[in-house]
């Protein structure tokens, strides 16, 4: 087997109008497509960074809330690459969102902080 590269990452929120706004307008992803499925109920949109697709972001009926913070099985977090942590945070602040103290990476010394999308899902920007 050959992977390539991590396609996607899918994201089940609560409040599809507030993590559509985070997702595009906080964090700047772009709307590739956006399709509502009367008989799921179910909004999904496709999100793109610098025109590769990465996110799904899905709304679903009555979906049970993440049991805990941060160490429920599954997925612990979504990462980005960015190349100038301390810009990153200013952004963050100056749009309201909480970000959590800058930290080092005790293996790579990069480093990295975490914020949480509208559902709590941790976002983690890693530093070039």
């Known amino acids: 087997m050959h992977l390539t590269r991590v396609h996607h990452i899918a994201i ?3 409040d ?3 993590s559509k706004d985070f997702y595009c ?3 700047g992803l772009t709307i590739l497509r956006e399709v509502y499925r009367e008989s799921r109920k179910s909004y999904k949109l496709d999100l793109s960074l610098n025109g590769e697709y990465v996110v799904e972001l899905f ?3 009555d979906s049970p809330a993440r049991p805990s913070y941060p160490e429920a ?3 612990r977090h979504l990462a980005f690459e960015v190349s100038d942590l301390d810009k990153v ?3 963050l602040k100056q749009k309201n969102i909480e970000v959590e103290k800058i930290r080092t990476d005790e293996f790579t010394s990069k480093r990295f ?3 949480a999308d509208p559902d ?3 976002i983690e920007f890693y530093e070039k």
Do not use: D, H, M, R
Request: charged share 10%; with cysteine.
């Open 12 to 14: 089940i929120c609560s």
């Open 16 to 18: 599809y109008q507030k």
């Open 25 to 27: 307008n906080a964090l």
């Open 59 to 61: 709304s679903f009926p």
């Open 73 to 75: 099985l599954g997925l």
């Open 89 to 91: 945070v200013v952004e």
């Open 113 to 115: 902080t975490f914020i």
């Open 120 to 122: 709590g899902l941790p």
